[in-house]
């Protein structure tokens, strides 16, 4: 069932109008966004911490969605009293996971039919994820979607302890984009994301930004309204 949203939050992006308002190009999430695979993030943050006799709080989630996978390991380890280093709580989440993102994982109710009618349209297509490398390249070959993007951006390629409430990765893709054959400025591209972090960090970069409703992501029904009223456009299903 879908939330009870007003319709003045209802700002659905059709593709036809966004060429017409001089949209050149969509960036997106991947996890709670194109994918259906928050709660797999959840389970193993639960079990993980669970092993330990800690609890997943809002709190914790509403860091750990937005950070690298390294710094999510870090900031537990720092937070817990857990007898394992950083790279060794990193590396057990990603065997925890990366099979799921390899053989399991699946696209949200409609993203492929509005990639596809993207991709028509001539957009340039790009994802920006907190995702492992190995994670985001399984889940897109898995998915058969990889070709449809132009570029793939993690927050491993931007090292340091950047997560999306930097514009930074951002504006790696319009950096990316611009350089290879289509000219684009922040105000010219879409965000598509489910975590409110994420999408303030677009918007102080000067992008156009779509919430994407996910129980998880977005702290489902009770956050919805506020999320897709501060955002340019929203989505509860594509």
């Not at 999430?29 to 928050?38: A, I, Q, V």
């Not at 590396?91 to 993203?111: A, I, P």
């Not at 990765?169 to 994420?198: C, M, N, W």
């Amino acid at each position: 069932m879908s939330p009870k949203v007003p319709a003045s939050t209802i700002k659905y992006p059709d593709l036809k109008a966004l060429v017409k308002e001089g949209v050149k190009l969509l960036i997106f999430d991947l996890d709670g966004t194109l994918l259906d695979s928050m709660s797999v993030w959840h389970d193993v943050d639960r079990e993980f911490l669970g092993r330990y006799g800690y609890e997943v709080t809002p709190e914790y989630t509403d860091v750990v969605k937005r950070a690298s996978i390294e710094d999510a390991a870090r900031y537990t380890q720092t937070r817990y009293r857990i007898p394992l280093t950083w790279q060794e709580i990193a590396g057990t989440w990603e065997s925890m996971v990366y099979d799921f993102y390899r053989s399991e994982v699946n696209l949200k109710k409609g993203t492929r039919e509005y990639l596809e009618q993207a991709k028509r349209l001539g957009f340039p297509l790009s994802v920006t994820t907190a995702l492992s490398r190995k994670n985001a390249d399984a889940a897109l070959t898995h998915t058969g979607v990889r070709n449809m993007f132009d570029c793939v951006i993690t927050l491993e390629d931007l090292g340091g302890r950047i997560d999306k409430s930097s514009p930074d990765i951002f504006l790696r893709v319009t950096d990316y984009i611009s350089a290879h054959g289509t000219k684009v400025e922040p105000y010219q591209a879409v965000v598509f994301d489910d975590v409110s972090e994420a999408i303030k960090g677009a918007r102080s970069g000067g992008f156009k930004t779509c919430a994407v409703y996910d129980d998880i992501g977005c702290g489902g029904p009770g956050m919805w309204e506020h999320f897709a009223a501060v955002c340019d456009f929203s989505v509860y299903e594509f």
